[in-house]
């Protein structure tokens, strides 16, 4: 079965200095992989995705997450923080449903908090 | 532009009864999905919905029931509600393509079992 681990609660970074959420996952076949962020009340929304092809995909917000296979990582990355990216992050991976579907398992979230 | 929509924001219940919670799509996504958000947990798939008429269990399906009759509405109910079941509910949709694609999600239900 599809998991993914993210191993910090939360992550504390000062304004202006780069910023790293971790994500490890584990996958029977091909990773699809995803981000998501939660602001306060309300829903998820979609940060980014990595299904193939480049190991560096760029998202919304400035963000971008790093693939590695060999190391089971998808950490969430963005080089210079902002206090507005105080957030829940969550990791995600897709586990198959039928022919062209696709459901999310999610990771537990890590909060993080940008200082100024 | 309304995308999806949940209803309501918040609710109050006692053990015991029986509470709907409601989800709308304005795209035609073919899949739809309710999930339970809770501390430590992260989100959990309670059930999906591929079609109308088509629905499965997800993680934690138990005291759960879902209905897909129309392609634009995934309601979820609680059959007796349960001090357990207090949780943020979100539903979201995706589109039926040949690749992963991302779900979009509803603003959540605040639901409260006492």
């Known amino acids: 079965a599809q998991s993914v681990a993210q191993p910090e609660d939360q992550v504390n970074v000062a304004e202006g200095n780069p910023l790293t959420v971790k994500c490890t996952y584990s996958?029977?076949?091909?990773?699809?992989l995803f981000w998501y962020v939660q602001y306060p009340n309300r829903g998820l929304q979609f940060l980014l995705k990595?299904?193939?092809?480049?190991?560096l995909v760029k998202g919304s917000y400035g963000f971008e997450a790093e693939f590695n296979k060999s190391q089971t990582s998808f950490h969430l990355k963005k080089p210079s923080a902002l206090v507005s990216d105080s957030a829940l992050y969550f990791c995600a991976v897709g586990d198959p449903i039928m022919e062209y579907g696709n459901k999310l398992v999610f990771g537990a979230g890590t909060i993080l908090r940008v200082k100024s | 532009d309304a995308g999806i929509t949940q209803s309501p924001r918040y609710k109050i219940t006692e053990t015991g009864r029986q509470v709907t919670l409601m989800c709308h799509q304005t795209?035609?996504?073919?899949?739809m999905f309710w999930y339970r958000q809770d501390l430590g947990h992260g989100l959990r798939l309670i059930y999906y919905?591929?079609?109308?008429?088509?629905?499965d269990k997800g993680e934690v399906p138990d005291g759960y029931v879902v209905s897909r009759s129309k392609t634009e509405n995934f309601p979820l109910t609680l059959e007796s509600a349960t001090r357990s079941q207090t949780s943020v509910y979100f539903c979201?949709?995706?589109?039926?393509?040949?690749?992963?694609?991302?779900?979009?999600f509803g603003s959540g239900t605040q639901l409260s079992v006492l």
């Open positions: 990595y299904i193939t092809g480049d190991n």
């Open positions: 919905s591929a079609a109308a008429d088509i629905t």
């Open positions: 795209w035609s996504h073919s899949y």
């Open positions: 996958v029977s076949g091909n990773p699809y």
């Open positions: 979201a949709s995706s589109e039926r393509t040949g690749g992963y694609e991302k779900l979009f």
